[in-house]
């Protein structure tokens, strides 16, 4: 399913709920009503997923949905020092916007000391 037509769509009514020309670019009006976009709450809800996942507060079927990178190894390396997760195998779209997969990466692309990794469970969710 594409969902760029449905992100072009909020845009337009963001428009016109503002009154603003339909030439002006978006991203100023998103910021203004302090609205997140489409991609941006995406990524937002997934990262809310995966911060839930690496405290184990998900129900137990996603108990073994993410297999940590430390895992794999007997031994260090650079990503299980930084609890990442191993990326499953994509080959098609579908896989690659699988939060099983998209989930993984972003959780990975945070830094250590990124503020949601720190974030104890009494301060989130």
């Given at each position: 399913?594409?969902?760029?037509?449905?992100?072009?769509?909020?845009?337009?009514?963001?428009?016109?709920?503002?009154?603003?020309?339909?030439?002006?670019?978006?991203?100023?009006?998103?910021?203004?009503?302090?609205?997140?976009?489409?991609?941006?709450?995406?990524?937002?809800?997934?990262?809310?997923?995966?911060?839930?996942?690496?405290?184990?507060?998900?129900?137990?079927?996603?108990?073994?949905?993410?297999?940590?990178?430390?895992?794999?190894?007997?031994?260090?390396?650079?990503?299980?020092?930084?609890?990442?997760?191993?990326?499953?195998?994509?080959?098609?779209?579908?896989?690659?916007?699988?939060?099983?997969?998209?989930?993984?990466?972003?959780?990975?692309?945070?830094?250590?000391s990124n503020h949601l990794k720190q974030l104890s469970n009494k301060n989130f969710c």
């Amino acid at each position: 399913m594409n969902i760029k037509p449905l992100f072009a769509l909020i845009k337009r009514v963001l428009r016109i709920i503002i009154f603003s020309p339909f030439d002006k670019h978006s991203s100023p009006l998103f910021k203004l009503t302090k609205i997140l976009k489409f991609f941006d709450l995406i990524k937002f809800q997934t990262s809310i997923f995966m911060y839930k996942f690496h405290n184990n507060q998900l129900p137990a079927v996603f108990a073994k949905y993410f297999i940590n990178s430390a895992m794999i190894h007997g031994y260090e390396t650079r990503l299980s020092t930084k609890h990442a997760y191993a990326l499953s195998k994509a080959k098609t779209n579908y896989a690659i916007f699988n939060v099983k997969f998209s989930g993984a990466k972003l959780w990975n692309s945070l830094s250590p000391s990124n503020h949601l990794k720190q974030l104890s469970n009494k301060n989130f969710c």
